[in-house]
T-cell receptor
Framework: SQQGEEDPQALSIQEGENATMNCSYK?????LQWYRQNSGRGLVHLIL?????REKHSGRLRVTLDTSKKSSSLLITASRAADTASYFC???????????FGKGTHLIIQP | GEEVAQTPKHLVRGEGQKAKLYCAPI?????VFWYQQVLKNEFKFLIS????????ETGMPKERFSAKCLPNSPCSLEIQATKLEDSAVYFC???????????FGDGTRLSIL
């Protein structure tokens, strides 16, 4: 069952601005991951943060995790038109029991 | 291969017919996962495999859905007696280890008429 909720559901910003998306979840987790989905394609892994980590960076991406609030945020800095996509957070409980996804944020970068 | 390959890209079936989807995971990846995406959001986990063994099938509607991952063959997901609500995009993913990032294929779009 879905336990993650992304917010906002849709976000439209100008190229060059920063984009922030939030994700909440309900149960305890092992890892939290962020994925990107371009229209008509599969998910592409962006970044993984473990439950004992608070912040992680990868290029223009910054992810935070607050396990006390059961929430995470994804920041994309200096956005580009190519960042236009849907972004999903996903949690796992360890093992190979599959990921639990949020509903996604649709990000549009206006040139 | 270096990508998860799913076939076919599109599959159209009449209600009540059988549908079979295939997935070739990345070579060397021992874990395979199937997900269902309805209406461009809401991914639902269906089943996972460790090699040819089912690891977790808690998401599978067992009455009509079945899946296999046999040695030296693509993995498959089969839906018997399809219903309109089975219309969705079905994604396969694979990983080397269970807690590592999953690599997704581009999905099979199943349309039930």
């Amino acid at each position: 069952s879905q336990q993650g909720e992304e917010d906002p559901q849709a976000l439209s910003i100008q190229e060059g601005e920063n984009a922030t998306m939030n994700c909440s979840y309900k149960t305890s987790i092992n890892n939290l991951q962020w994925y990107r989905q371009n229209s008509g394609r599969g998910l592409v892994h962006l970044i993984l943060i473990r439950s004992n980590e608070r912040e992680k960076h990868s290029g223009r991406l910054r992810v935070t995790l607050d396990t006390s609030k059961k929430s995470s945020s994804l920041l994309i800095t200096a956005s580009r038109a190519a960042d236009t996509a849907s972004y999903f957070c996903a949690t796992d409980r360890g093992g190979a029991d599959g990921l639990t996804f949020g509903k996604g944020t649709h990000l549009i970068i206006q040139p | 291969g270096e990508e998860v390959a799913q076939t076919p890209k599109h599959l159209v079936r009449g209600e009540g017919q059988k549908a079979k989807l295939y997935c070739a995971p990345i070579k060397g990846h021992s874990y395979v996962f199937w997900y269902q995406q309805v209406l461009k959001n809401e991914f639902k986990f269906l089943i996972s495999f460790q090699n040819e063994n089912v690891f977790d099938e808690t998401g599978m509607p067992k009455e009509r859905f079945s899946a296999k991952c046999l040695p030296n063959s693509p993995c498959s997901l089969e839906i018997q007696a399809t219903k309109l609500e089975d219309s969705a995009v079905y994604f396969c993913a694979s990983s080397q280890q269970p807690n590592q990032p999953q690599h997704f294929g581009d999905g099979t779009r199943l349309s039930i008429l």
